[in-house]
């Protein structure tokens, strides 16, 4: 099980050094922008989750390990392949991380454990938490994120405003258009995500779209129109920051050995689809050099290329 990957260049986290603390593919939500395929394994919490849980101890050694060879990491950031708060432990993991670093600590949550006071306190124990709310009511609720059976759009937004009493948030809202589907840039769902952020009352919005290959028919939706959201966010939600995220953060990480490449590059892989400039980005090395690993890799069975609105990317095949 790989736990701890990167660090990886995030277009709001600078170079992250991620932890994938569950089961791979484990989620409570099977949304429909997920960049990870479509075999993904949906419950309604721990208690539904058959695998074992990485323990405290075997993340914070895949933490201390990394951290002795990457120089530079702007954030240690638990997210991965599914859904990080469904692992029962991760207040303890993180009070275990803060004992040989200063490094601050992110959560990536869809927020919808949140409703649980003991993942509420689990998360205040971050230095940053970034939950997701990509709809205001219930049926966009279910119609983007196809929650398992029990979860409320109102309930969830309820805790992230708790939350947001006890540490900084950043939310995130992915935005998707489709022309097979109904999604949620529509005014009428922006006005119900506007009446929740109103609620919720965030330290900032992070407005976001899928820039990698998700597996239903859904597509980024174009700069033009996030500006025209963002802008009637802002004339009703006085005194809240709202940023579109970038599309691509630089790297300081550096590698060095063949052997070592091939390795980062399937865990990175593993995590989420990438482009070989993401790739570049993230290793520290120049497009043409990732691209003789790429092709290896390739040749050997082990990751897969996918086309998206025109750009390849790479993704990890697994056994």
């Known amino acids: 099980m790989n736990?701890?990957?990167?660090?990886?260049?995030?277009?709001?986290?600078?170079?992250?050094?991620g932890i994938d603390p569950i089961p791979k593919l484990t989620c409570t939500f099977d949304c429909v922008y997920c960049q990870l395929g479509k075999k993904r394994h949906k419950v309604r919490g721990p208690e539904e989750v058959k695998e074992p849980f990485p323990t405290p101890q075997e993340i914070t050694a895949g933490v201390e390990a990394a951290l002795?060879?990457?120089?530079?990491?702007d954030y240690i950031t638990f997210s991965g392949s599914g859904e990080p708060t469904l692992n029962p432990r991760l207040k303890e993991a993180v009070?275990?991380?803060?004992?040989?670093?200063?490094?601050?600590?992110?959560?990536i949550t869809n927020s919808s454990l949140l409703t649980r006071p003991a993942v509420l306190d689990a998360a205040a124990s971050f230095d940053l938490v970034?939950?997701?709310?990509?709809?205001?009511?219930?049926?966009t609720f279910l119609r983007i994120n196809r929650p398992s059976p029990g979860f409320s759009i109102d309930e969830i937004a309820k805790a992230?405003?708790?939350?947001?009493?006890?540490?900084?948030?950043?939310?995130?809202?992915?935005?998707?258009k489709s022309e097979k589907l109904r999604t949620n840039i529509d005014p009428d769902s922006i006005?119900?995500?506007?009446?929740?952020?109103?609620?919720?009352?965030?330290?900032?919005?992070?407005?976001?779209?899928?820039?990698?290959?998700?597996?239903?028919?859904?597509?980024?939706?174009?700069e033009e129109t996030l500006l025209k959201i963002r802008e009637r966010m802002e004339g009703e939600l006085s005194g809240i920051p709202i940023l579109v995220v970038p599309q691509r953060t630089a790297s300081r990480s550096r590698l060095l050995r063949e052997d070592e490449l091939k390795?980062?590059?399937l865990k990175t892989l593993n995590v989420r689809p990438c482009t070989p400039v993401d790739l570049s980005d993230a290793l520290g090395i120049n497009p043409a050099e990732v691209g003789k690993y790429l092709a290896r890799l390739a040749e050997e069975g082990k990751i897969d290329r996918r086309v998206q609105a025109g750009q390849l990317y790479y993704t990890f095949k697994g056994e």
């Open 3 to 17: 736990i701890v990957y990167g660090p990886v260049p995030s277009r709001r986290l600078g170079m992250s050094l």
């Open 68 to 73: 002795a060879e990457h120089s530079h990491v």
């Open 95 to 107: 009070e275990e991380i803060r004992r040989f670093t200063k490094a601050p600590i992110a959560l």
């Open 130 to 139: 970034l939950p997701s709310l990509d709809a205001g009511d219930q049926e």
């Open 160 to 176: 992230i405003e708790k939350l947001a009493r006890r540490v900084p948030i950043w939310l995130e809202v992915m935005l998707v």
């Open 191 to 222: 006005g119900h995500i506007i009446e929740k952020i109103r609620l919720i009352r965030p330290h900032e919005v992070n407005l976001n779209t899928c820039v990698r290959p998700p597996e239903e028919p859904v597509d980024p939706v174009p």
């Open 263 to 265: 390795e980062e590059i």
